[in-house]
């Protein structure tokens, strides 16, 4: 995706678009804590600048992407929930943790 | 269960603090080959790599409760743990034909290849004076300074790039002539986060990167290629970036390809070892496809187990080799000589795209017989049959061309491949023992 073919939607929140994608297990965790700050990518519909638009202002901008339409942001659960009904926004996930891949010394011995 | 038909060596392994129902790979030797009339009913229902010609024997994996049932078994004679065999760096190289590029005159030189790892010692005598660009994405207000508390980022950085001048050459890696961007995703305890290592990416394209290396991921298991670090890998791949990314180590089982390996369109690579029996397969550990879409990852194997490489200062990751050097085994280490092949592809011709190199790796790789297609890929990657052609070779494939950079002419000695230098006292190869002794050797 690139701002190069963002179809011409208008920022504000409403009807008659599809919800954003979101992973159901960041809305669950979202339902349990509406409060918590996550850690979050949000993917523009459209255009990068209409996304930042639309970002809440609890929401603090960790990175914007510029090989993919996209921003990394931590935001109250909450204003993620309502972010996700934004017709600028096509897709939030939760930022997920990732590790490097060598076996461990101990499946030197077990593997 | 009998102990005494446990070779001391399995009778340490099962020791040792594990979950119970842990798979452990052994082999189980029969009194009289009984195999062929079925005799031992139990090792049938048990996943086996295969029976052996000359010996009673069978390649299994089983819970620590089936092996003490097998032990009771009078049919049963012994059991011993498949214990991993060596491939050094200083072997491994060799396997996938990269001394072969380098009397060709291809070191990888003028080529940036991108790490996004736990850092780089930029002090190793391997590695020295190669960092082109270094970036903490971890703890981005500290001074840039480059450093590498976990140890994993040298190693990976070794087996790409390293020249081995600490060994005398031994230990020396795939592209040694290649520049390095090193990107600190990885805090010290080798764990980070997706939105960092995508922020990882785009600079690396910034600082001139052609390949990069990424032997790193996470959940979910398996994976789509959809979630945003895979999207962001593809867009990269499309910008002509090489994205070479370990298939992880979540193996034997099926469908354990995660994020971003599940990317559409990078090289995920799995790790090969080498059998009791002398034949390459898939590591156990090597993550298998398909992707939750139905898609076939990895897409190459490359030598991932008894890696020896670059071991960074104070840090204690693997089963150390002298001072300077470090062995480990994973994916993580099958990566890196991936994307140094890849560097030594674009030294050869910087004109080749991205999918133009990945596919030249699929078609050069060695099919490996008896392993599943989807533990394997392509097969076992060659540097050398890669290679084979790619000066001439115009780009076909897809993947945007990349922007044509100013490439330096090397000058080489004769026969290209770079020698030790002079004064070079070797460091690591004193004193190696095989990597299951030394890990033995550590537990007493």
């Not at chain 1, 208008?10 to 960041?26: I, Q, R, V």
């Not at chain 1, 990175?63 to 942001?73: D, F, G, P, T």
């Not at chain 2, 996943?47 to 994996?61: K, Y």
Request: charged share 20%; hydrophobic share 45%; net charge negative.
């Amino acid at each position: 995706m690139s701002s190069n073919d963002a179809p011409d939607v208008p920022a504000t929140p409403g009807a008659g678009h599809e919800p954003a994608h979101m992973d159901p297990a960041l809305a669950e965790r979202i339902a349990r804590a509406p409060d918590a700050r996550i850690a979050v990518i949000v993917t523009a519909r459209g255009a990068l600048e209409d996304l930042v638009a639309a970002l809440p202002a609890e929401a603090s901008l960790a990175h914007a992407y510029r090989l993919i339409a996209s921003v990394a942001i931590e935001a109250p659960g909450t204003a993620i929930a309502l972010l996700a009904d934004h017709p600028a926004v096509a897709a939030i996930e939760a930022v997920e943790d990732v590790q490097a891949w060598p076996v461990s010394a101990q499946r030197e011995v077990d593997a | 269960m009998n102990p005494a038909k446990f070779h001391k060596s399995l009778s340490v392994a099962m020791s040792l603090a594990r979950p119970a129902d842990e798979p452990l790979a052994v082999i189980v030797r029969l009194r009289a080959g009984p195999l062929a009339r079925g005799e031992v009913r139990a090792l049938a229902s048990l996943p086996s790599a295969g029976d052996f010609r000359l010996i009673p024997a069978r390649a299994i994996v089983a819970s620590a409760a089936q092996i003490a049932a097998l032990s009771d078994d009078p049919a049963v004679d012994m059991i011993w743990p498949d214990l991993p065999v060596h491939a050094w760096l200083d072997e491994a190289v060799p396997q996938v034909g990269a001394q072969r590029v380098w009397s060709s005159g291809f070191t990888g030189r003028g080529v940036r290849v991108a790490i996004l790892d736990t850092g780089i010692d930029p002090d190793h005598p391997d590695l020295a004076g190669r960092l082109a660009a270094y970036r903490d994405f971890v703890e981005p207000s500290a001074t840039d300074t480059p450093r590498d508390p976990n140890g994993h980022g040298t190693h990976v950085a070794g087996i790409a790039a390293g020249d081995g001048t600490a060994s005398g050459g031994r230990y020396r890696g795939v592209a040694p002539g290649a520049e390095l961007v090193v990107g600190r995703v990885l805090d010290a305890a080798g764990a980070g986060r997706t939105s960092t290592v995508m922020a990882a990416i785009e600079w690396a394209l910034e600082e001139g990167a052609r390949v990069v290396n990424i032997s790193l991921g996470g959940p979910p298991y398996p994976a789509d290629g959809t979630d945003a670090l895979s999207l962001l890998i593809d867009a990269a791949v499309e910008e002509g970036l090489v994205v070479c990314v370990a298939a992880g180590n979540m193996g034997p089982a099926g469908q354990t390809i995660g994020a971003p390996a599940a990317a559409k369109r990078a090289i995920t690579v799995g790790a090969s070892d080498v059998a009791a029996d002398g034949r390459e397969r898939a590591a156990l550990f090597s993550s298998r496809g398909p992707t939750s879409d139905g898609r076939a990852k990895p897409d190459v194997l490359f030598p991932g187990v008894g890696i020896v490489s670059a071991r960074a200062a104070d840090t204690e990751l693997g089963n150390a080799v002298g001072a300077r050097y470090t062995a480990l085994r994973g994916t993580s280490q099958a990566c890196p000589m991936a994307a140094g092949t890849v560097a030594l592809l674009l030294e050869a011709n910087a004109r080749l795209a991205p999918d133009d190199v990945k596919a030249r790796l699929l078609r050069g790789a060695d099919r490996l017989d008896g392993v599943a297609a989807e533990a394997q890929g392509a097969g076992r990657g060659s540097a050398y049959r890669a290679f084979a052609g790619a000066t001439d070779a115009a780009p076909a494939a897809g993947g945007r061309p990349p922007t044509p950079t100013p490439t330096p002419t090397p000058e080489r000695a004769p026969g290209g491949a770079p020698g030790p230098r002079a004064g070079d006292a070797p460091d690591g190869a004193a004193g190696c023992l095989p990597l299951a002794a030394q890990a033995l050797r550590r537990r007493g």
